[in-house]
């Protein structure tokens, strides 16, 4: 779910967009360009994804000239570059989308918070939980990080949509369309967690050192 068309209250785009801003900061403090510069085959992963997200991005249903549904792939960008990189190419596709017209400049905070930022956050959460207190086992991982983590990490986006709808739309006609856009969240879940699933399944077992957060000497070599 993303934003095309500045009808939240001026405060709260600001509020949201000095909020990404600091994530984003936290984010670079990280250094992730050092990691990309060290690794050539990265770099040809990371664009590649981006890119393709990019493209992806632009498969949206659009009901209302202001919201937008599109499925995100954060949760599999936080999972194979974890969340600097995948923080970075969110930005890339939200600022493509403004130059391209289809978002306001007034906007890129608000859908950096939504679909870069609480994705994120619920993808590196729920992975910290599995690798800290679960057995170290590829099914757990793949189910709980992948399928059931981009279906939570949608949700999430979702949920805070509606939310910032609620609290601060200017148009109060807006408030039960959002509530009407969110009946489609349970066919955004599966969509997502599907496809997320798939590709990281896909990845585990012919490139298991693509993906950044699964140590795969600890899942499959000790096993």
């Not at 949608?154 to 369309?177: F, K, N, R, S, W």
Request: aromatic content about 10%.
């Amino acid at each position: 779910m993303s934003f095309s068309e500045p009808m939240l209250a001026p405060w709260l785009l600001i509020a949201c967009g000095v909020l990404s801003l600091g994530v984003m900061g936290l984010a670079l403090a990280q250094r992730p360009w050092e990691t990309l510069l060290a690794d050539r085959a990265l770099q040809h992963r990371w664009l590649g994804a981006t890119v393709a997200v990019l493209l992806l991005w632009q498969l949206r249903a659009q009901a209302v000239d202001w919201l937008t549904l599109h499925l995100m792939f954060t949760a599999l960008l936080t999972l194979v570059f974890k969340a600097p990189l995948a923080l970075v190419t969110n930005l890339l596709a939200n600022l493509a989308l403004v130059l391209l017209g289809k978002a306001a400049w007034p906007l890129l905070g608000v859908n950096v918070l939504m679909t870069g930022v609480i994705p994120v956050g619920v993808t590196v959460l729920i992975w910290r939980l599995v690798d800290r207190h679960l057995p170290d086992n590829l099914m757990v991982f793949l189910f709980l990080c992948g399928f059931f983590g981009a279906a939570l990490a949608t949700l999430g986006t979702g949920l805070a949509g509606l939310g910032l709808v609620m609290l601060g739309a200017t148009d109060p006609e807006a408030i039960y369309l959002a509530r009407e856009y969110a009946l489609f969240l349970p066919l955004l879940m599966p969509s997502e967690a599907f496809l997320t699933g798939m590709l990281l399944s896909i990845l585990m077992v012919y490139h298991p050192g693509w993906v950044a957060t699964f140590n795969d000497h600890r899942y499959i070599d000790t096993k």
